[in-house]
């Protein structure tokens, strides 16, 4: 089974802190994603990655930034943390195409910044 | 962009009963994925679709590409069942670009 490992379930940080929040795959995955997931807005994509060291922007990627080093580990940062950065944070990882495979999900990262 | 709508937005049903939950899209797609989310956060993949019908254990997913709909049945319904049911959709077009979501539906089954 694909194993998705996110760093750390709960997190709390301050305002204007860098932040560093890390997922890593064992499957040898090309494609690897980091979504947010706020109450009433459901899952949104912040950046996703389908090689290494390339990024493409999502749907809300102000306030962030990626970085993929190594095909396994794809980190998400929050240069300077705001409270609005305050969310359940997703990391996804898939095979191929992301339109035609499954996504494979960590367990989240509840993050709150005071 | 597709916009991707679910109803209902929560549900409380009783043990055994037949459940359906519904997803619809705006804008073509190439696959449809059903999605489970328990409390605590972790998302489990329940299927991804393009065509037809698909089936597993007492979980059912159909889709009718025309009018681009897509429902997620139960049967013989389970408290274990209770949980955030997520509709996703793929685009069309090159590239591996994320899904986007609709905004889940909160299910609650009573014993």
């Known amino acids: 089974d694909v194993k998705v490992t996110q760093s750390s379930r709960y997190l709390v940080k301050r305002t204007g802190e860098k932040v560093f929040l890390e997922c890593v795959q064992d499957?040898?995955?090309?494609?690897m994603f980091w979504y947010r997931q706020d109450p009433g807005l459901g899952l949104r994509l912040i950046y996703f990655?389908?090689?290494?060291?390339?990024?493409e922007k999502g749907d809300i990627p102000e306030g962030y930034s990626v970085s993929r080093e190594k095909k396994e580990r794809f980190s998400l940062i929050l240069e300077s943390a705001s409270t609005n950065q305050t969310s359940m944070y997703l990391c996804a990882s898939t095979q191929g195409r992301a339109r035609n495979q499954p996504q494979h999900f960590g367990d989240g990262t509840r993050l709150s910044i005071l | 962009k597709n916009e991707v709508e679910q109803s209902p937005q929560n549900l409380t049903a009783q043990e055994e009963e037949f459940i359906t939950i519904n997803c619809s899209y705006s804008v073509g797609i190439s696959a449809l994925h059903w999605l489970q989310q328990h409390p605590g956060g972790g998302i489990v993949s329940l299927f991804m679709l393009s065509s037809g019908k698909k089936k597993h254990g007492r979980l059912i997913a159909t889709i009718n590409i025309q009018e681009k709909h897509s429902s997620l049945h139960i049967t013989a319904s389970h408290p274990r069942d209770s949980a955030v049911y997520i509709c996703a959709v793929a685009g069309t077009g090159g590239g591996a670009d994320g899904l986007t979501f609709g905004k889940g539906t909160h299910l609650i089954i009573q014993p």
């Open positions: 990655s389908y090689d290494v060291k390339m990024k």
């Open positions: 499957m040898d995955h090309e494609n």
